[in-house]
């Protein structure tokens, strides 16, 4: 995977974290906060990885420029 691949990933990883963290603050059924709370833990994980292989490949001084986000 391409540096420029990997950091599209990432950030829209980033995006789809946000976008479960949203909806799991507007959610009040349990069935739906634990969803939730699997779909974030699974996403963090995805986003773990994409960062480590942006990383391995050089791509640290690109990552500050994402949203939200800091080496």
Do not use: W
């Amino acid at each position: 995977m391409e540096l420029d691949e990997l950091l599209r990933s990432l950030s829209r990883t980033q995006r789809e974290i946000d976008l479960a963290y949203n909806h799991f603050n507007f959610t009040s059924d349990p069935d739906l906060i634990e969803s939730c709370v699997y779909e974030i833990s699974s996403l963090q994980c995805r986003y773990n990885y994409l960062l480590r292989r942006v990383k391995e490949r050089g791509g640290s001084a690109v990552i500050g420029a994402l949203p939200g986000r800091e080496v």
